[in-house]
């Protein structure tokens, strides 16, 4: 699901101090973005409505969060005022995103929600030119319309249907993959925005990791809860799901899901511990002590494995041809824009240098 962090590269020399921290950082990173990978899929199966769903994990991920930011402040200090302001301003942002994605799993699958929200990686650039004044190649203006073609083409919009979702082909009026699609451009666009106001924070800030995550963690709690007072006829749902025997009803406007159960919870709860606390704070910690290109490569490897293998496996969310190859061009773009090929090559060209 999340790829490019911005987060700035401390360079090689802290990461060659030691080789078992280098380890540990690799691990951490792998164990976060196995989290992400089901991140998704744990959204469904817990199937609380989408706006509820965001309240319970952020508020579960942030009651796991406080004692180690507790324990972070005592050891290396609290996060300054600007760390804590960058910090909340994220996690607004992310609330935003969190909500619409939820929706996008519904509507399109959590695989392909999962491919969708990789629209960030136009947004961090262009926020960081207009902003910062950060320089944009020219490779970005020829990436950019590709970008936005595959996550089109991904989210089934061509084809007039869902795709891999089982259920209706209109929500309030509109076409579900259309709207599907759209609420996943919305999250892409705000996880953009996250991730160019997160690495600012990450600028300002004395190393610490969980302060920030925590922060911003209590500050998704915002979005969701005013989507629910002013544009939600649901409200905080925790009596009745969204799907019904594990699709949408032909009607989802009006009708409830199944009852939550125990199960949901089980879900929900691994949800905001694993998906939230633990896959955003393991990565964040791998990002900023790992080589950058390395760090954008592995990170690939969970929105593949999320709609290639776990959607199909729990759901059966089998894309369309064409939603394949938007798939491909999506991933493609986001390798490209991370410079993930131009990295592999001079690796290579590295190795091939070596004795022997």
Partial sequence: MYLNLGVKDLGSNSVKKSGGSNARAYIILMIGILALAFTAPWVKQSNFEPATSVILRCGIGLLALLPFAFREVKKIGALNKKGVILSVLAGLFLGIDFTAWNYSIYYVGSGIASILLNLQIIILPALAFLFDRERVPKTYFIVAPIMILGVIMSGGVFEGSAGPVDGPATVYGMNIAILGTICGMISGVCYGIYLYTSRKATKVNMGQIVQPMAWATAAQLVAPAIFMLFFSDRGFDLTHGVMVNGALPMNPETTLGDPITGMNWFWMLVLGILGQAVAWTFVQYGSVRLNSTIVAGLLLL??????????IVLFGEIPSVL??????????????????????????????????
């Fill in 302 to 311: 969970s929105p593949i494995s999320t709609v290639a293998i776990i959607a």
């Fill in 323 to 356: 939603q394949i190859l938007g798939v491909v061009i999506v991933l493609g773009a986001v390798a490209y824009q991370n410079n993930l090929f131009a990295g592999l090559m001079k690796k290579t060209k590295g190795d091939k240098s070596l004795p022997g």
